[in-house]
């Protein structure tokens, strides 16, 4: 998370990025280009949303044998009634006449295929005072040991 955010300040300079982690987090086994994936969309998308000088926070932590990773904006938000439907595939917030952001609607429906095949799963909450937060809960995935056969043993 931290080298995407070298990545994104160099590419967004007047963005304004802070990484929290704010507990000690296990190696877990994943896709990491899939993983990658998730959370440069959640950037750009915060980035893309909040107008100005935007104001990024990523958090990272671990609850348990749970993964959880937030990206927070002070950006436009998103109304309640679309929560629910900026998941699927190609929907857009606002329509044709209001939209001013370009985009195919398929960005949110990968990252959320993405956090399913990890086995987790990511919800939308408004930020406070303004804004939107992404947060993704992913199981710890660890390494099977093989053991030996215990032959005749």
Do not use: C
């Not at 329509?95 to 959320?112: A, F, H, Q, S």
Request: charged share 30%.
């Amino acid at each position: 998370m931290e080298d995407i955010f070298e990545q994104m300040e160099a590419k967004y300079p007047a963005a304004s990025f802070t990484f929290n982690k704010q507990t000690a987090v296990e190696d877990t086994m994943g896709d990491v280009a899939g993983l990658t994936s998730v959370i440069i969309n959640l950037l750009e998308n915060a980035v893309k949303y909040s107008g100005d000088d935007p104001d990024i926070e990523a958090r990272i932590s671990q609850h348990g044998s749970t993964i959880r990773m937030e990206i927070a904006d002070q950006g436009i938000g998103i109304n309640e009634d679309e929560k629910g439907k900026i998941f699927e595939k190609f929907y857009r917030i606002g329509n044709e006449d209001t939209r001013k952001t370009k985009g195919t609607g398929l960005g949110l429906y990968i990252v959320n295929q993405i956090v399913k095949a990890h086995k987790g799963k990511i919800a939308v909450l408004d930020n406070d005072p303004q804004g939107t937060v992404f947060r993704i809960e992913i199981p710890v995935a660890r390494e099977e040991k093989k053991h030996p056969k215990n032959k005749g043993q």
